[in-house]
């Protein structure tokens, strides 16, 4: 493991002008985005009104299928995609009032990796601090490449590096000017397991150290394992928001799996009215939510339809389950349908 003590991110890398560090470190309100039709391609209305905040030092997660405006979202707070309208601050900072402060006050890992492949780590940092006015007496080079275990490669061409130190020394490209919230866009698509771990340690390190991390998956696991709170977008909206505990608990919704002592060819009459399926000829799961229903009376009509049960279990929902109830509602399937042709 390398040595993770990294430069004094939330406050230090505070612009001039923000006194107190605010308590939330993004607010957007109402964001839009409409890409304008090329030729023979449609506009595509991208983002359809978000409001969301970030807390100073959460580790927050966006959440949503491919196509969901996640990077759109990203590249708008970044300076890199004009909003059609909204507003957006960084670090209490208003992008349109002053984007250069509010670009000083934000780090950005984009999707792609985008590293010059004839440069070496040590340079691409210095470079980028260049870039951002950062004077050479400041620089944090050597300890930000440590932070990211690349001390040993400072010197070696960016191409021999492995696709994991790629994107590692991206995040110390990204914290030059110890800005207090990084943001990082899918940080590990089509990234292995092994270096998933590892570049997750990376990230709650940053965050522990003080800076407010922001991150855009698909992967479901990444949000539940690394965030403390996440907001989940699709086709351009947000359909909901909080914190970990909050979502699940939100869910309202559990599985019991009861095993029989008998063999089976049909559900009992009085579970018909439930969502119960008969598995096999001996095992019917049964969902429900806790609550409307109770066990006592499921289990009640089981044994009255002269059933007896040998065993029990009851699972509870995780995010996945949430992820596809929002994701697939009935509200959400319509604002689909006119985008559903192009929705990846
Ligand atoms: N430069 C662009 N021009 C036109 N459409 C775009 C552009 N970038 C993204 N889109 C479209 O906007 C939608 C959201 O894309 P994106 O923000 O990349 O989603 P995500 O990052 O969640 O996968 C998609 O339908 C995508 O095709
Ligand atoms: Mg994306």
Redesign the pocket.
Known sequence: MPDMTLPPAAGSGAPAGAVLPPDQAVEVHDLR?I????GR?P?????KGISLSIPRGSLYGLL????????????ILAGL?NKTSGTARIWGIDIDRDARSARAAIGVVP?ELNLDPFFTPREILDLQAGLYGVPKRERQTDRLLEAVGLQDKADAYARTLSGGMRRRLMVAKAMVHAPPVLVL??PTAGVDVELRQSLWAHVRELNRAGTTVVL?T?YLEEAEQLCDTIAI?NH?QVVACDSKQQLLKRLDQKELVVHLGQDVDALPEALAACDAELQGSRRIVIRYQPSRARVGDILGAVSAAGLSIVDLTTVESDLEDLFLQLTRAPQAAAVATA?DD???
Do not use: C
């Not at 890409?35 to 090329?38: D, F, W």
């Not at 506009?43 to 983002?47: D, F, H, Q, R, V």
């Not at 949503?64 to 590249?75: C, D, L, V």
């Open positions: 985005k890409y304008k039709g090329t391609a506009a595509k209305e991208a983002l949503g299928p491919n196509g969901a405006g996640k990077s759109t979202f990203i590249n995609v999707q866009d899918e855009t698909h977008v351009g985008h192009e929705y990846r």
